[in-house]
């Protein structure tokens, strides 16, 4: 069955950085164009950014308001994806998914983790 | 402010049918593939419509969607009670090189 699994929320100071990590199974993760979406309380979806594949360059696209603090990046050899987060802010307080698309580079998402609750706090 | 515009809320008795709008430019919906999610409390998103009308493996034919020009809807049809949550719609942006989401839509059965 294939599964996504999030780790590393928990609460941080303002000013401060987190990676998040993604354990994926089940599929081939090392085709997958894999997402990372975010939803702060009460919100609603927001997409924060991809990386593609090796093969497609592994090259990361990301979402204007957090291209300047964000990285993504993967292990394909561990089936793991990465959210670097720096300099973090109150705002950044919310659920992380990671996110597999239905086709590989689709930009629709067939499989979502259940989340990782990031608090930033002083 | 999301890119995509859907209506906070919509409302409609067991049985009934009810339709979610998707309003987006065309930049976003005009030229990309609209997809379709749903959301119940404390869950993660689940994939409903996929490249604007195809309905995602396992999901009840009671959905639907559809798109024309730069607007799309979800249609949701013999409405029950377990449908109460929200709705997002998505679409790539090639101007903006990301993914869009809407606000979301919260269902309630009456």
């Known amino acids: 069955e294939a599964q996504l699994v999030e780790s590393g929320g928990g609460l941080v100071k303002p000013g401060g950085s987190l990676r998040l990590s993604c354990s994926a199974s089940g599929f081939t993760f090392e085709h997958a164009w894999m997402n990372w979406v975010r939803q702060a309380p009460g919100k609603g979806l927001e997409w924060l950014g991809r990386?593609?594949?090796?093969?497609?360059?592994?090259?990361?696209d990301y979402a204007a308001p957090v291209k300047d603090r964000f990285t993504i990046s993967r292990d394909d050899s561990k089936n793991k994806l990465f959210l670097q987060i720096n300099s973090l802010k109150t705002e950044d307080t919310a659920v992380y998914y990671c996110?597999?698309?239905?086709?590989?580079?689709?930009?629709?998402?067939?499989?979502w983790g259940p989340g990782t609750l990031v608090t930033v706090s002083s | 402010q999301s890119v995509l515009t859907q209506p906070p809320s919509v409302s409609a008795a067991p049985r009934q049918r009810v339709t979610i709008s998707c309003s987006g430019s065309s930049s976003n919906i005009g030229s990309n593939a609209v997809n379709w999610y749903q959301q119940l409390p404390g869950k993660p998103p689940k994939l409903l419509i996929y490249?604007?009308?195809l309905l995602s493996s396992g999901v009840s034919d009671r959905f639907s969607g559809a798109k024309s020009g730069t607007s799309a809807s979800l249609a949701i049809s013999g409405l029950q009670s377990e449908d109460e949550a929200s709705y997002y719609c998505?679409?790539?942006?090639?101007?903006?090189?990301?993914?869009?989401f809407g606000g979301g839509t919260i269902v309630t059965v009456l």
């Open positions: 990386i593609k594949s090796k093969t497609d360059g592994e090259t990361a």
């Open positions: 998505s679409a790539w942006d090639r101007g903006l090189n990301g993914l869009v």
């Open positions: 996110a597999s698309p239905g086709g590989y580079s689709s930009s629709w998402f067939v499989l």
């Open positions: 490249y604007n009308d």
